[in-house]
């Protein structure tokens, strides 16, 4: 113990350091003969705290030092050397608090450490101090819990201060947390001491800013919940009057519940209980053995002797008449029915007929099982107040009342205090809680009776107070809950008279200190120190209403006395005053009462000990002065009038106005203060030259600059706010300007007042902050944004002529404060006279922004030019700067424009006269004319910041004109003419629909207007106002702008792009109509993508469309929706459907519904497209002329018949061939649809056949004139392929089918036609098409953007396509194939959905097979020429690429090696690995329809044959038994292979063949084929240990057993898919050989079926 705690040489160095000098000196020290000491520390000091007898200091680097009377460890340790705290070495600590005689620090985690004195719990249940203990020798962790949440989770605590028997902690959300002892902790309980932290509900859902304690209250400073109820409290107060501060607002006692309370908070209703703790003996007590700071009820009373309990009953009848009395009088007003009412608060338990004349006595029988003092100790102590016990204790926190506030224990039933009572006389120790005492009680009511008697007593409140005005007062119960539970709360603050509210930007300024702030209180009131205008205490807080609205910033708690301190830096005291520590002569004071002060001083920190206060404030000196008052030591009373007063109960003299201790101010700059007990201490700085004396500036300037705006608003702003008249007499300059400045100028006061109380806590905290958080810093554009607001609301009304107006009422309703006014304005600008005193008083705020940049500028000095703060301090001045000298020339537009509207007033120049316009020049000395005007013509311009005026027959002398026109400045496009040698001097004016010249009289002239019109312009449309060079300004531009005279656009309002005065860019044109058109536009017409809302008067319903335009009609591809339903999408040309496009028909059109996709022309179907008639369930596949079927065509039902023939003037019409749905075969005449007429062969499904003339409707009947043949089984199969090959000769050719969806794709690319067109130009339309669509589709997903951006770029299309480069091509093909935007992936997109209208829906039937087949070779040689014309290095369909060069082609060595030399590319294997995945569902169907029983037949015998075990079906099959399998391989263990094993043999290969289900290219399938074999190959090696040489007689049977397990159901479609589709390269080769193979297994298993059947 000695080791550690003795002094530390190594950190009490003898060095100085630069800052954070701490220095202390007794209270009580005369301040003639005042010397400080100064703490010896190597390091700066951040932060002091002052108990009774000991203190707390935090150094830099969170290292912690104690020092004073350490009663916790028998140790007095010299101010001077301070000892270190070496168990909290390892932790970093950043606050630390010191209490009446217990000691708190935080940590930078938020966790709490607590020593010291713990009798009254206020250490806390630490691990080492129990409930037992007295005192916590060593810093315990404290844990803060809150177990409202599940699971219960640690608080992070962020303040924490500290009383006499208590403890309060503020956590990181803004809650109040408190444990300890007595009514100061504002808890819900009856049981003390309070071990652990728990939270004061009464304030749950508040944001507390900050908090203090005092010995035996506390202090919470908090948000107000609501800024419309207490934002403008201090409105209608006057700060230059003194205010009449009112005693308390007139609360209501509200029982909702049986819990009923006392006048003074106590709960009479229940019996609770009560812990007591023994207290530490110590040097404590006082003589005789008894505590100087024991509570009633503690240490050494024994039982009530049958005396004392006479006179505690009388005390107690005493008591109760006067409480009686005392409600008698203050509640006279209020109509009670029954006295009832008054007995309920004191009742203990409810009773529906209560006697009065028992309820006495019941609280007597209570309260006589409590111990109280002897009465010998209560005569020595009656009189005397807390502030008194104060002076004679050791302990400051004390009060000789006898526990006034003491509510741990209540009243108990007789039986239970009893008990209690012969316990607490068996302890040694005294105890620190108790119940309330009698006397305590008897005097506070008479106090409280004598003061409502009649001005005699001055005790309660200030002298100047009226009685009614205390009666009114005393109609409420202090301390009184509001409702039965603490959770449920009414607001307490009063809703402010003035319609004048401070709405500062709280959002916009978040981070910096709140003005509307509320001051709450809580636990002993005995000497007025809770500020509700009475003596009473309270157990849970209670808002001070007098301090609402006044903007507190902060407040301070001594032992009996409360301190608060205002954004206006005025402080308010309220408390005792028994040393002149409230700084007035009022004593006590129970309401705040403001301190005077000298002129020129503002308070910005303050503190509070036992009897004194010290205050830092600003003067006329460099750096800050402190001021004192309270006790000092008697001397000799001086010459003259005298401050200070005599005590007349003790030898002590105070002072009773704050003086200022001139020998402090040798100390350095002082940048906080601290009081605590009998000590004072402050910190001061060495460093004053620079960095500390700029942000000192700042701060002073800052405080006067609020202080001033307050005062105007207060005098000013505020009577005028509520005055009814102000309406029509400033309505005449414009409605609603007033208001708005007064708003203006309170939100930026309000800014300037929180940027204010920002710096003070920067200073107290100087040296662990960064500068970079400086307000002016962190929230720049917030102050811009404000100034700027403000000062644009005051140009306008000073433009309007306001302050004319102004002036003259406030001399009518203001009257004899206009003299304060003008004093207001002079003071701060000499001249002019009282008009301009109003305009300089609203201007003043300007110069702060030059002040502003002037202590950046400073602060920059002090840092290298290199580092980021100098950077950002020069960044911020130079912003700042800008502003002030933007603002300055608002005002001199503002004065200038008000001159001209004085010079020019008239009836038509008021017209022309707005708020926000301010003139820039004009012409009425005839220097401007139109170059079209007559000789005798009067013209007159006036160019505004916002307009140009034309005005015709003016004479601008008399401000008259006959006709005036306006060009708004945002549709004016000002342009020099050159001058042709005819000496005129023009200026172009270019507007939407006209356009004039402008003739100037001289050079100068027109470089004058130039110059100003080009500003002008710049600034109107958001530039600096500092022109450009003429005729290239604002070209560009976007603005709003709506037709008057051109045709098109007449009365149409258009928002978006111009160029030069006309429509170009994008934007949005809105007609009166109701259409509304959005995109892109050029010279004045709709011109690129846009979307249109039509209205359709016909159906009641819009009109849309989406798509590409030119020249203001639609043309190119879009999507129109009409207000039918019907939904076309495809191509237009001059706003018709033009080109390809697809229909879908609505349900408002006809009878029918259908789509056509196909070609179009002229807004009529012309050429090939498929019409899918769903009503009649008709698929129609050909020509078309003139929106009717005409030409070849081909139409499927939905019942299966099939037809496909000629059609004319949309009939079915000549030869033709039918087939139906049970494969009957009409080949001959039609005349109208499904109607034959003429010659022709019938064909049966057995083979017969009718051959005639025919005549009537197929699905009604047919006559017939002919000759029926009977066919045998040859002549009925040679018929049938006959009529199998007939298919097709009547239809469309595939190579004909879509050249209209090629031919939109060409047209993409630039080209005319197929090939004819610059491959260059066809580059750069894609590049200019993809660039378009990222810049129209701004909802693109991540990969969307990034596969458009890799497509932007033009790949090297020209070179020599090889093996190498080949794989780049295919790549970017695969990706433009993919993006819908290119013309490549858009070709592939619309095809895909031609082939799915054609092939899927209705008539989707096997004879499609072949058409589908053809369609699809279609595609790939069409597509496949246009890539060839992209990439001309492309060989033709079956070419050869040869090889790359071995630089190039390191990625295909190994290919090589393997024989791969020369490269054979077809449009097969290039473009149906991008076709078929698409395509494969609708042409696979086709193949898988049944086409003949013979599928039936594979299918059934694969089924049987898999029913048989691997060696019966190997055997079957006639497989060699050298190549049966012995073993097989499950989950790497070998079991052999019996004759009962199923699917054990050659699984590998069969596994490798199913997978030709799951691909899509045949050349997909060939290699699954080619695997499959290798597979079977492998295997039979393992069986044979040799290589195999194949031979068909081997290999075939081995292969058909693979096939038959493998069970591949479409087998048969397979082997037609990749016949149909293959590369022909390859049919010959090696892969050819093995489809045959597969093939030959196919027809082996059909004749096996066969077989059987």
């Known amino acids: 113990m000695e080791s550690r705690e003795k002094s530390l040489p190594n950190e009490q160095a003898s060095t100085c350091p630069d800052g954070g000098l701490l220095h202390i000196w007794p209270a009580s020290s005369p301040s003639e003969q005042l010397c400080p000491e100064r703490v010896l520390l190597s390091t700066p000091v951040l932060q002091v705290s002052l108990g009774e007898h000991h203190g707390l200091l935090l150094a830099q680097g969170g290292r912690v030092y104690s020092f004073g009377e350490l009663s916790w460890r028998d140790l007095s340790i010299p101010v001077s050397a301070p000892v270190l705290e070496a168990s909290l070495q390892e932790k970093i600590i950043v606050r630390v608090a010191a209490g009446g005689f217990h000691c708190g620090v935080l940590s930078e985690q938020g966790g709490v450490y607590m020593w010291g004195e713990n009798t009254a719990g206020q250490c806390g249940l630490t691990d080492r101090g129990t409930q037992t203990n007295v005192a916590v020798s060593e810093p315990c962790p404290v844990s803060v819990v809150d177990s409202e949440v599940i699971p219960p989770a640690l608080v992070r605590v962020t303040e924490l201060a500290c009383g006499r028997e208590h403890s309060l902690a503020l956590s990181a959300n803004n809650e109040l947390w ?68 009112p005693c308390t607002v007139t609360e209501e006692l509200m029982t909702a519940s049986d819990a009923h309370y006392c006048p003074l908070g106590v709960e009479l209703s229940a019996v609770t209980k009560t812990e007591t703790s023994p207290r530490k003996k110590a040097q404590r007590f006082g003589p005789g053995g008894v505590s100087a700071c024991s509570s009633p009820g503690s240490g050494g009373s024994s039982l009530l002797s049958s005396e004392e309990s006479s006179s505690v009953k009388q005390e107690l009848s005493a008591v109760t008449t006067v409480f009686e009395e005392h409600q008698t009088d203050t509640v006279a007003q209020i109509d009670f029915s029954s006295k009832s009412c008054l007995h309920s608060v004191w009742k203990s338990n409810k009773s529906s007929a209560p006697n009065y004349e028992l309820e006495p006595q019941m609280v007597l029988e209570k309260l006589s099982g409590h111990s109280f003092y002897s009465q010998q100790h209560c005569s020595a102590e009656v009189g005397d107040t807390d502030s008194q016990s104060s002076h004679t204790s050791d302990d400051s926190f004390v009060s000789s009342t006898t526990s006034s506030d003491q509510f741990g224990s209540s009243y108990r039933d007789d039986s239970s205090g009893s008990g209690q009572m012969k316990n607490n006389s068996r302890q040694p120790w005294p105890y620190s809680s108790s119940p309330v005492c009698v006397e305590e009680v008897r005097l506070c009511l008479e106090k409280e009776k004598l003061t409502l008697k009649g001005q005699k007593s001055s005790s309660l409140t200030n002298i100047h107070q009226k009685g009614k005005a205390a009666q009114s007062r005393r109609r409420s119960h202090p301390g009184t809950p509001n409702r039965g539970s603490p959770q449920r709360r009414c607001p307490c603050a009063c809703k402010s008279s003035s319609s004048l509210q401070a709405k500062a930007p709280e959002e916009a300024a978040v981070g910096l200190p709140s003005l509307e702030t509320e001051v709450w209180s809580w636990g002993r009131g005995s000497e007025g120190q809770l500020g509700h205008g009475d003596q009473l205490p309270r157990l849970q807080p209670l808002c001070i209403k007098s301090l609402v609205g006044e903007e507190v910033i902060r407040v301070v708690a001594g032992s009996h006395h409360s301190l608060a301190l205002t954004a206006q830096c005025q402080v308010l005291s309220w408390g005792s005053n028994m040393c002149g520590q409230l700084g007035h002569i009022n004593s006590p004071v129970s309401v705040p009462q403001p301190l005077k002060l000298s002129e020129g001083l503002l308070v910005w920190d303050l503190a509070a000990g036992q009897s004194h206060s010290l205050f830092l404030a600003d003067s006329d000196c460099v750096q800050p002065v402190l001021l004192y008052c309270g006790q000092q030591p008697e001397r000799a009373p001086p010459q003259g009038p005298s401050l200070r007063q005599r005590s007349p109960n003790r030898a002590e003299s105070y002072v009773l106005t704050p003086c200022v201790l001139q020998s402090c101010l040798k100390l350095g700059y002082i940048s906080s203060v601290c009081s605590g007990g009998q000590s004072c201490s402050v910190l001061t700085e060495h460093e004053t030259e620079s960095f500390i004396c700029a942000i000192h500036d700042l701060a002073s300037a800052e405080r006067r600059l609020y202080c001033w705006l307050s005062r105007v608003r207060n005098v000013l702003l505020t009577p005028l706010s509520n005055k009814e008249r102000i309406s029509p007499m400033l309505a005449e300059p414009g409605t609603g300007l007033f208001p708005s400045m007064c708003e203006r100028f309170i939100n930026l006061s309000a800014l300037i007042g929180r940027h204010t109380a920002s710096l003070s806590y920067f200073l107290q905290n100087i040296q662990g902050c960064d500068v970079t958080l400086l307000p002016l810093l962190s929230h720049t554009e917030c102050f811009l944004d404000s100034y700027k607001k403000y000062f644009s609301a005051l140009g306008d009304f000073h433009v309007m002529g306001g302050f004319q107006a102004l002036h003259k009422l406030s001399h009518e309703c203001l009257g004899p404060l206009h003299t304060l006014i003008s004093r207001l304005s002079v003071s701060q600008q000499s001249g002019g006279g009282s008009d301009l005193d109003l305009v300089s008083t609203f201007y003043w705020p300007l110069q702060q922004l030059h002040q502003y940049s002037q202590a950046l500028n400073k602060l920059a000095a002090c840092y290298h030019v290199s580092t980021n703060e100098h950077q950002l301090l020069h960044h911020c001045c130079t912003q700042y700067e800008s502003m002030s000298l933007s603002l300055l020339k608002m005002k001199k ?26 003139v820039v020049c004009e012409s009425s000395n005839r220097t401007l004319t139109p170059s079209t005007a007559k000789r005798f013509s009067s013209h007159w311009f006036i160019l505004f910041n916002d307009a140009l005026v034309h005005t015709q027959g003016a004479i601008p002398s008399k401000s008259f004109f006959s006709t005036h026109r306006i060009y708004p400045l945002t549709c004016l496009w000002v342009k020099p003419l050159t001058e042709d040698g005819s000496g005129l001097h023009a200026i172009k004016i270019t507007c939407p629909e006209e356009s004039f010249t402008l003739v100037a009289s001289t050079a100068e002239e027109k470089n004058k207007w130039l110059r100003y019109l080009n500003q002008a312009v710049d600034q109107v449309l958001g530039g600096a106002g500092q022109g450009s060079s003429p005729g290239v300004m604002g070209m560009t531009r976007t603005i709003v702008y709506t037709f008057t005279e051109d045709e098109r656009f007449k009365d149409a309002r258009y928002a978006g792009a111009w160029l030069a005065g006309r429509v170009h860019g994008r934007g949005t044109m809105t007609w009166p109509d109701g259409r509304t058109y959005t995109g892109n536009f050029k010279n004045g017409l709709e011109d690129g993508y846009g979307s249109c809302i039509m209205p359709n008067k016909l159906y009641n319903k819009n009109d849309y469309y989406q798509g590409q335009w030119k020249q203001g009609k639609i043309h190119g591809f879009g999507k129109y929706s009409y207000a039918s339903g019907e939904v076309y999408e495809g191509c237009f040309f001059d706003g018709q459907r033009h080109g390809y496009g697809m229909l879908s028909s609505g349900k408002l059109v006809g009878t029918s519904s259908g789509v056509f996709i196909g070609q179009w022309a002229h807004d009529m179907k012309t050429g090939y497209g498929v019409y899918e008639d769903i009503s009649r369930g008709e698929k129609h596949m050909g020509l078309w002329q003139e929106d009717q079927r005409q030409g070849s065509a081909l139409v499927v039902t939905q019942c299966g018949v099939y037809y496909e023939g000629t059609f004319k003037e949309n009939k079915m019409s000549g030869p033709g061939l039918l087939i139906s749905e049970d494969d009957t075969v009409f080949h001959g005449d039609f005349c109208d649809d499904w109607t034959v007429n003429g010659k022709g062969v019938l064909s049966f499904p057995n083979g017969d056949c009718l051959d005639g003339v025919f005549s009537g409707e197929w699905s009604t009947g047919l006559k017939v004139a002919g000759v029926y043949t009977k066919q045998n089984l040859t002549q009925h199969e040679n018929k049938k392929k006959r009529s199998l090959s007939q298919l097709g000769q009547y239809v469309v050719p595939a190579a004909l089918r879509w050249i209209c969806v090629f031919d939109e794709c060409w047209g993409r690319l630039g080209c005319e036609g197929p090939g004819r067109g610059e491959r260059q130009t066809a580059w750069e339309n894609i590049a200019v098409t993809i660039t378009s669509a990222r810049r129209q589709s701004p909802d693109l997903s991540r990969s969307q953007s990034k596969a458009l951006e890799c497509l932007e770029f033009i790949p090297l299309y020209a070179e020599h396509i090889n093996t190498a480069n080949y794989d780049r091509m295919r790549r970017y093909l695969t990706k433009a194939c993919e993006t819908p935007h290119h013309p490549l992936g858009w070709l592939v997109e619309t095809l895909v959905t031609a082939y799915r209208m054609t092939y899927v829906g209705v008539g989707s039937v096997h004879r499609l097979l072949r058409q589908a087949v053809q369609e699809l070779q279609a595609y790939v040689t069409h597509l496949y020429s246009i890539i060839r014309f992209l990439f001309p290095g492309l060989p033709e369909d079956g070419g050869i690429i040869p090889e790359a060069p071995a630089a190039f082609s390191q990625s295909r060595t190994n290919a090589n090696q393997a024989g791969y030399g020369d490269l054979v590319v077809s449009g097969c294997s290039l473009l149906l690995p991008l076709l078929l995945p698409r395509l494969y569902t609708p042409l696979f169907t086709l193949y898988c329809l049944p086409e003949d029983q013979e599928e039936n037949h594979y299918w059934t015998c694969i089924l049987q044959l898999n029913k048989h075990p691997d060696q019966t079906l190997l055997s079957s099959l006639e497989v060699h038994e050298k190549f049966w399998p012995r073993w097989m391989s499950i989950l790497g263990e070998e079991k052999q292979i019996v004759s009962s094993s199923k699917d054990a043999c050659f699984v590998s290969a069969v596994e490798t063949l199913q997978q030709i289900s799951s691909t899509f290219t045949p050349s997909d399938k060939l290699l699954v084929i080619q695997k499959t074999f290798e597979e079977l190959t492998l295997e039979v090696k393992q069986i044979l240990d040799d290589d195999v040489l194949w031979c068909m007689d081997d290999l075939f049977p081995l292969f058909l057993y693979v096939v038959v397990r493998a069970r591949i159901k479409t087998l048969g479609a397979e082997v037609c898919l990749i016949e149909d589709l293959m590369d022909p390269n390859i049919q010959h080769g090696e892969l050819g050989l093995m489809l045959t193979t597969l093939k030959a297994c196919y027809f082996q298993i059909q004749q096996e079926s066969a077989a059987q059947h």
């Open 178 to 245: 408190a444990w300890g002892s007595g009514c100061q902790l504002g808890l819900v309980t009856n049981t003390f001491p309070v071990w652990r932290p728990q939270k004061v509900q009464h304030l749950a859902g508040k944001n507390v800013i900050q908090m203090a304690c005092g010995a035996y209250h506390s202090l919470a400073l908090v948000r107000s919940s609501s800024n419309k109820e207490h934002s403008a409290q201090n409105a209608t107060k006057k700060k230059d009057v003194p205010p009449s501060f």
């Open 893 to 918: 537009e503002a004065e200038a424009t008000l001159q001209f509207w004085k010079t020019h007033s008239g009836k038509n120049t008021e017209a022309l006269r707005l708020p926000q316009r301010r």
